[in-house]
């Protein structure tokens, strides 16, 4: 008893934290993960007559997605693979685990939020954390040299989750990449026209598309007198001026990663810049850059990058950004993020500001060599699109708009308006359907029209095809517009026909 005295007690201390988190008006994550603790306790306290009390909710940092919510995902999807597929890709799925030392040792800083699972008959296994060294893995382990590939899959992270703004446990990563070896700088063009299409497609407001290049910051950290131990670390804090100011970011630069002041101060001087190929111009006649093999091949290489942009008219979207870092460890060369931006509150003011990350990728030549037991490398460049935050941003953009979303996609309901044709409305609906016409049918003997005809308002199925026992004798169907209410009858030879051509959009 004492026992579930101290468990009431907790429960009622946890619903006493969830209140006053409601009360601060605190962010729904928090109130969120408060909830599901006091949930939890409930559940332990169980029912008097001994059975389980089940915690219903998703695992946290996962949510479940529902019919209106899944034709959005669709749409959006369909638009990404039909870009994929315009630029030429074939597409392929690799395991949702992979061997453990696959993974590790391959994204720096965040390795540390790999989800491992555990033993499996003698198999160390970790649930895939990108679909990138997957890739280089299959790439490796199947001898292929070059290939134009997507995927699209979920990807799993051990990160703190931020369901509001699109970050979770689980989620969807969409992949192009391009592996082979090419003439600098062609396909990693094409993989930012990829993402110049398709956000042009998503209609998710204006974006902006930062590029830069590993090479130039590594050339930057050695002239800023960076030891080359730390690059990778001052990488990663670099990469967080997205998100912080300056001072933070030189504040962790020589308080947490102990990089001298001056050093900081000259890597400031440049982070500071952007501009696009008179930028990569201006840098190449810096006398301490210009000195540096790594920033001299990678400002080379942007003054090509640019210029292949130009003819694919997407220049005007592109910034080149020494800022820009991305964290991961296996990038090589160029590297590129997309983020939504929107106009400073300042109506004065004609700068923009981010409102968040939407794709980013890069080119990593050293990947699939780790793979290889010759350590033969095969060149790489990819981009990811960051789809959930994609749907977060069309869900609260429809909510706004209040409009309707078809779930369905129905082109006719077979009705009818008397009584004992069941049998008939079956008939017809199997005709349609072999037919290949998407139709439905009300389960029950005797529906009344009405029911039938709502029920086609408040799905959005645009035809009804309506049977009686005149229309039967006369071989002809009754179709109506649900919109319009029109009627005409058809013969049931060219309903088929018919119904293609007035649903020739669903």
Known sequence: MADKAQLQESIKAQGEVVRKLKEAKASKDQIVEEVAKLLELKAQLGTDDGKQTFVLKTPKGTRDYNPKQMAIRESVFNTIISCFKRHGAETIDTPVFELKETLTGKYGEDSKLIYDLKDQGGELLSLRYDLTVPFARYL?????????????????????????????????????????????MIP?????????????????????????????????????????????AICSTVDKLDKASWEEVKNEMVGEKGLAPEAADRIGGYVRMHGGFDLAETLLQDPQLSQNKHALDGLTDMKHLFKYLELFKVTDKVIFDLSLARGLDYYTGVIYEAVLTQPQNDHLSEELVSVGSVAGGGRYDGLVGMFDPKGRKVPCVGVSVGIERVFSILEQKLEASEEKVRTTETQVLVASAQKNLLEERLKLTSELWDAGIKAEVLYKKNPKLLSQLQHCEETGIPLVAIIGEQELKEGVVKLRNVATREEVDVSRVTLVEEVKKRTIQS
């Open 140 to 184: 490796a382990m199947n001898k292929i040299t070059n290939i134009k590939r997507y995927h699209i899959a979920k990807v799993y992270r051990r990160d703190n989750p931020a369901m509001t703004k699109g970050r979770y446990r689980e989620f969807y990563q969409c992949d192009f990449d391009i592996a082979g070896q090419y003439d600098p």
């Open 188 to 232: 990693d063009a094409e993989c930012i026209k990829v993402v110049h299409e398709i956000l042009t497609q998503l209609q998710l407001g204006d974006f902006r598309i930062k590029v830069n290049d590993r090479r130039i910051l590594d050339g930057m950290f050695a002239v800023c007198g960076v030891p080359d131990d730390k690059f990778r």
